[in-house]
Nanobody, 115 residues
Framework: QVQLVESGGGLVQAGGSLRLSCAVS????????MGWYRQAPGKERELVAG???????NYADSAKGRFTISRETAKNTVYLQMNSLKPEDTAVYYC?????????WGQGTQVTVSS
């Protein structure tokens, strides 16, 4: 089992920044892939960014150049730094962990970007 707790969401104006945190209940080296997903009202959940246990990263096109996923292994925490936020980034952001064939989700944190 893996417990994930997100934090850092909130209300920000367009052009602003937020950093989301995901606290993981076990060593992130034991997790194959950590990811950040988001779901806007009426839309499907989509991948924003991911990082593997060896540190490789990938981003959705909408996130490239603006968002950065990183990790702090000593704290078993994964971050999503979001800069130059746009109203279309408004969504609930979820932390995700994949361990072999299992998948775990956090409860989500709301990000609202005002125009």
């Amino acid at each position: 089992q893996v417990q994930l707790v997100e934090s850092g969401g909130g209300l920000v104006q367009a052009g602003g920044s937020l950093r989301l945190s995901c606290a993981v209940s076990r060593s992130i080296f034991s997790i194959n892939v950590m990811g950040w997903y988001r779901q806007a009202p009426g839309k499907e959940r989509e991948l924003v960014a991911g990082i593997t246990n060896i540190g490789s990263t990938n981003y959705a096109d909408s996130a490239k150049g603006r968002f950065t996923i990183s990790r702090e292994t000593a704290k078993n925490t994964v971050y999503l730094q979001m800069n130059s936020l746009k109203p279309e980034d408004t969504a609930v952001y979820y932390c995700n962990a994949r361990v072999l064939r299992q998948e775990f989700w956090g409860q989500g944190t709301q990000v609202t970007v005002s125009s």
